[in-house]
């Protein structure tokens, strides 16, 4: 059953960023990995994968899928065999 609040009891400044975060979905993945002793951070964001060195403070690479990414994942071979995957929103995967 609905009720009535007071207005004291709801702060909107929350409730719309609370709202944009449910529906804007600016990086839909982040891993930190280290490959060769360089400390980097793999960012999925729409259709674009973007790897950042953390070390240097520099950007590495950007790679653009056909669609957009929808998860970012990591799995395992071995202990020390790992992937970054992407699945993308047509139902496409890449390691």
């Known amino acids: 059953m609905a009720k009535p609040i007071n207005d004291n009891q709801v ?4 409730l719309f960023m609370k709202r ?3 529906n804007v979905k600016i990086y839909t993945g982040f891993h930190i990995v280290m490959i ?3 400390t980097m951070a793999v960012i999925t964001h729409g259709p674009f994968v973007s790897i950042y060195d953390i070390n240097n403070k520099k950007w590495l690479n950007h ?20 992937y970054q ?3 993308c929103k047509n139902g496409a995967v890449y390691f």
Not at 63 to 82: A, G, P, S
């Open 11 to 14: 702060e909107f400044k929350k």
């Open 63 to 82: 790679v653009e899928f056909e669609d957009d990414i929808i998860l970012l994942f990591r799995h395992y071979r071995t202990k020390d065999d790992r």
């Open 20 to 22: 944009l975060l449910n």
């Open 36 to 38: 060769r002793s360089v």
């Open 85 to 87: 995957t992407v699945l």
